[in-house]
């Protein structure tokens, strides 16, 4: 379970985010909507440790983030969380193979397994055919299933979304949220963070974010 | 993250920025090669320009002395000469007289010689004593058998030189010689009286050297001459004042390529690493330690480095030869030593490869861990 203790996070010239609490069952699909500038990215990269907050804790179980070191918290986000962006966020000089097998790399698998795990992750995602090109040549749907398959590769047991579909046309994006819907299918924890409503309809949560405070939040 | 997986993502950086890589090694193996070779002949300038002094000026240089006339021999000797050898082809402006015998010695029909070093005489004397290193200090006349026979004077008799101030100083004769080509019809003994000349007469035409046996004793001789009035001109003293020069440019130039071989060096380093910013800031976003990514660029820095000075290393071997046998073929010296370049070349290697370690990781060190950075970084494709 994923637990948001009193988050705040500030910047300069305004509060992201203003005493935030929040709890996320695991394997749960929850989706996280509100007005740009709600601070909806901000709460993503908190509980993905990217980022700290000004004061407050988020725990995984009874785990602080805010307690671990760098190099902990490196390993946690390597070992249990697996990020999409909007932007894709892949290496563009990398091959699809390479791209995916980054974490496993970062994660000391050794290479014999390692070839196993990316050929299963992009058979998932339907790129196994692609696993030599460039990541510079791909399309955007292809980018983003690229990325899906690198978020999985190490069998994560949170996923955070930002926007995955942003960037991606109707079809493109009804297949990424078919590939989130089936992690959470395998019993992930899916944080998705969204601005269209059918896709947080496809949720089984709701949060919905207002000037850095939840002020929505609708379990089905 | 494996070391194995290290150096295959070390190989994958590489191949990426080969063009930045390649770049960094020709540039540094140019700058390392020039500058060890800059560096060890500002080290050996000196040892070589004396060396070739020494060469070209094996017993030494004699100097001719100006204005040294009134000298005393002694204080020449002291000032650093190993050797003062006076010259006088002309004679005295006085006239020399014995009262006694009422003879003058003409100087149209008697050719005088003037002793300022005294050695023992290669003679016989005809009468009297002739000289020897022990009459150098005695004031003395020696007359030739014809010009004593002519004059009616013999050891014993005194003659007198009349200078201007009306002063005079008495030379008794000590003894007749046999005639001899070499000396003339009158040999005047000076050594005693060197300092005193201007009161007896002023010598019409006259050469002074003087020999400097250590080319290196040049600068010091000269200054102790300059304080008695005594100057010269000496073919090796240029070497010497310009040696300074020399050396004092060629380490300027040292040490500004020097400088420049640095910043080229932090400047790649700077390079290479930048670029790759929204890379290192992805690894760590999957989970990779910073310094893990920093070890990877210092590896990735240290094998391109290493790649340069081993290469310098023929370039170094191959300009070393060439620059010695340009200078011994010039000076008849050589002028590196091996020791010298080992020494040099291994400290600029060591700095580099420490130049590099450090830089890598302060780099990364302050790259900021941010979402903006793979933004703007176009790690998003
Ligand atoms: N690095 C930053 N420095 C300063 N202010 C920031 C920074 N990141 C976010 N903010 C501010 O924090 C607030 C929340 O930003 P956030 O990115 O979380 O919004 P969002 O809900 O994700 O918006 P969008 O839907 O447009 O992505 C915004 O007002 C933004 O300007
Ligand atoms: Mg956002």
Redesign the pocket.
């Given at each position: 379970m994923i637990t948001v203790k009193q988050i705040s996070r500030s910047?300069?010239?305004?509060e992201?985010l203003k005493e935030t609490d929040l709890q996320i069952q695991d394997g749960t699909f929850t989706a996280i909507v509100?007005r740009?500038?709600?601070?909806?990215?901000?709460?993503l990269r908190i509980l993905g440790g990217l980022d700290s907050p000004t004061s407050g804790e988020v725990f995984y179980d009874d785990i602080s983030l805010q307690k671990m070191s760098e190099v902990q918290l490196a390993a946690f986000r390597n070992q249990h969380i697996g990020f999409v962006f909007q932007q894709f966020f892949l290496e563009p000089q990398y091959t699809v193979y390479q791209n995916v097998e980054m974490p496993l790399i970062i994660g000391a698998v050794p290479k014999r397994e390692r070839r196993s795990l990316v050929e299963k992750q992009l058979a998932a995602v339907g790129l196994l055919h692609k696993k030599n090109a460039l990541a510079s040549s791909l399309s955007g749907g292809e980018k983003q299933r690229t990325a899906i398959a690198r978020a999985m590769v190490c069998d994560p047991p949170v996923i955070l979304a930002d926007?995955p579909c942003g960037s991606l046309d109707t079809e493109n994006g009804a297949i990424v949220m078919q590939l989130l819907r089936a992690m959470a299918g395998q019993g992930k924890t899916v944080i998705l963070?969204t601005?269209n409503r059918e896709d947080a309809a496809k949720t089984d949560r709701i949060i919905t974010?207002e000037d850095g405070q939840v002020i929505d939040d609708a379990t089905f | 993250m494996r070391l194995s997986d290290l150096f295959s993502l070390v190989i994958r950086e590489t191949r990426i920025q080969k063009k930045t890589v390649l770049a960094m090694i020709l540039v540094q193996v140019c700058l390392i090669t020039v500058c060890v070779l800059l560096w060890m002949t500002s080290l050996s300038i000196r040892s070589t320009l004396s060396a070739y002094l020494d060469i070209q000026y094996p017993e030494g240089e004699t100097v001719t002395l100006i204005r040294a006339d009134y000298t005393q021999r002694t204080a020449l000797l002291d000032a650093g000469f190993s050797e003062i050898h006076a010259d006088c082809t002309g004679d005295l402006r006085s006239t020399i007289r014995c009262t006694e015998k009422d003879a003058v010695i003409d100087k149209e029909s008697y050719r005088i010689c003037y002793l300022w070093t005294v050695e023992d005489a290669e003679l016989t004397a005809v009468s009297g004593q002739l000289w020897t290193a022990e009459t150098e200090e005695t004031p003395a006349i020696w007359l030739s058998e014809r010009a004593a026979g002519e004059l009616g004077c013999d050891a014993g008799d005194a003659f007198v030189f009349e200078s201007y101030t009306k002063t005079s100083e008495e030379f008794p004769v000590l003894g007749i010689y046999p005639e001899c080509d070499e000396y003339g019809d009158v040999i005047v003994n000076f050594v005693p009286y060197i300092r005193m000349i201007s009161e007896i007469g002023i010598p019409q035409s006259y050469g002074m050297t003087g020999t400097v046996e250590q080319i290196s004793d040049l600068p010091e001789i000269r200054r102790t001459c300059e304080a008695m009035g005594v100057t010269f001109s000496s073919r090796a003293e240029p070497w010497f004042s310009s040696m300074n020069m020399i050396e004092v440019l060629l380490y300027g130039v040292s040490v500004l390529l020097t400088l420049l071989y640095w910043m080229t060096l932090l400047h790649f380093c700077g390079m290479l690493l930048h670029r790759r910013t929204s890379f290192t800031v992805l690894c760590c976003f999957l989970g990779a330690e910073k310094r893990r990514i920093g070890a990877l660029y210092a590896w990735l820095l240290c094998g391109a480095f290493a790649v340069s000075a081993f290469l310098s290393t023929g370039l170094l071997l191959i300009g070393i030869y060439c620059g010695d046998q340009a200078v011994f073929r010039l000076a008849g010296v050589s002028c590196f030593t091996a020791s010298q370049t080992v020494l040099v070349f291994v400290l600029f290697v060591l700095c580099g490869f420490a130049a590099i370690g450090f830089s890598a990781f302060s780099q990364q060190r302050r790259i900021k861990m941010?979402v903006?950075a793979l933004e703007e970084g176009g790690v998003s494709v």
């Open positions: 910047y300069p010239h305004c992201a509100g740009s500038g709600s601070g909806k990215s901000t709460l926007e963070i601005h974010l | 941010d903006s």
